[in-house]
């Protein structure tokens, strides 16, 4: 998350007359201030929110001092599946998270995980919803301190209405069963 992102098209469009000139437009660019965020969710809610301290690395260590914070969330928030190991794991195929110590770890814990395949980010739906749905709220906004991107990125993540996050679901497995008809061949869009 940046502290400043350009706005898009459409936030930036105005209404002009046949004959009004063609506005100018400066040219802009994204704030040196920016933050990382990890985000877990389940199909109805936020289940682990954590933003990457500045100067960290995300490296194999570090995302495996994550998921060991998650399963101590979900232990808390989701007890039933908790108790039943009925929770799935999805991640994309970043090095860190596809590194042999984080595969152990989570054979160890019986964490069961969703693959991913490689290049699929329409099939990751932190890339094909829920990021596109927190950065469109914060695009084109200002913000002078990383306290003041984390505060106003929480408060982006709580206004997703609980039937958004379930309908990504819903659409998540429409575009696992379009890559499945399609034998893993790449294809656009949701229709």
Same mark, same amino acid.
């Given at each position: 998350?940046?502290?400043?992102?350009? &706005?898009?098209?459409?936030?930036?469009?105005?209404?002009?007359?046949?004959?009004?000139?063609?506005?100018?437009?400066?040219?802009?660019?994204?704030? /040196?201030?920016?933050?990382?965020?990890?985000?877990?969710?389940?199909?109805?809610?936020?289940?682990?929110?954590?933003?990457?301290?500045? +100067?960290?690395?995300?490296?194999?260590?570090?995302?495996?001092?994550?998921?060991?914070?998650?399963?101590?969330?979900?232990?808390?928030?989701? !007890? &039933?599946?908790?108790?039943?190991?009925?929770?799935?794991?999805?991640?994309?195929?970043?090095?860190?998270?596809?590194?042999?110590?984080?595969?152990?770890?989570?054979?160890?814990?019986?964490?069961?995980?969703? !693959?991913?395949?490689?290049?699929?980010?329409?099939?990751?739906?932190?890339?094909?919803?829920?990021?596109?749905?927190?950065?469109?709220?914060?695009?084109?906004?200002?913000? =002078?301190?990383?306290?003041?991107?984390?505060? /106003?990125?929480?408060? +982006?993540?709580?206004?997703?209405? =609980?039937?958004?996050? =379930?309908?990504?679901? =819903?659409?998540?497995?429409?575009?696992?069963?379009?890559?499945?008809?399609?034998? +893993?061949?790449?294809?656009? +869009?949701?229709?």
């Amino acid at each position: 998350m940046y502290g400043y992102d350009v &706005e898009t098209k459409v936030q930036s469009s105005q209404l002009m007359g046949k004959l009004s000139p063609r506005p100018k437009e400066a040219r802009q660019s994204r704030s /040196n201030v920016k933050v990382a965020l990890i985000v877990f969710f389940f199909i109805g809610r936020l289940s682990f929110i954590e933003f990457v301290l500045r +100067g960290e690395t995300v490296n194999r260590e570090f995302h495996l001092n994550v998921l060991k914070r998650l399963r101590e969330a979900v232990r808390r928030k989701r !007890p &039933e599946a908790w108790a039943n190991n009925t929770w799935l794991l999805h991640h994309d195929n970043a090095p860190a998270n596809a590194s042999l110590l984080i595969r152990e770890f989570l054979t160890n814990h019986e964490t069961t995980v969703v !693959p991913q395949p490689p290049y699929s980010q329409d099939l990751a739906p932190a890339d094909f919803f829920f990021f596109p749905k927190l950065k469109s709220s914060l695009k084109g906004r200002r913000f =002078q301190t990383v306290e003041e991107i984390e505060e /106003n990125s929480i408060r +982006g993540l709580r206004a997703i209405p =609980q039937n958004t996050f =379930q309908n990504a679901f =819903q659409n998540w497995e429409k575009r696992w069963e379009r890559c499945i008809k399609s034998g +893993g061949e790449y294809f656009e +869009g949701d229709k």
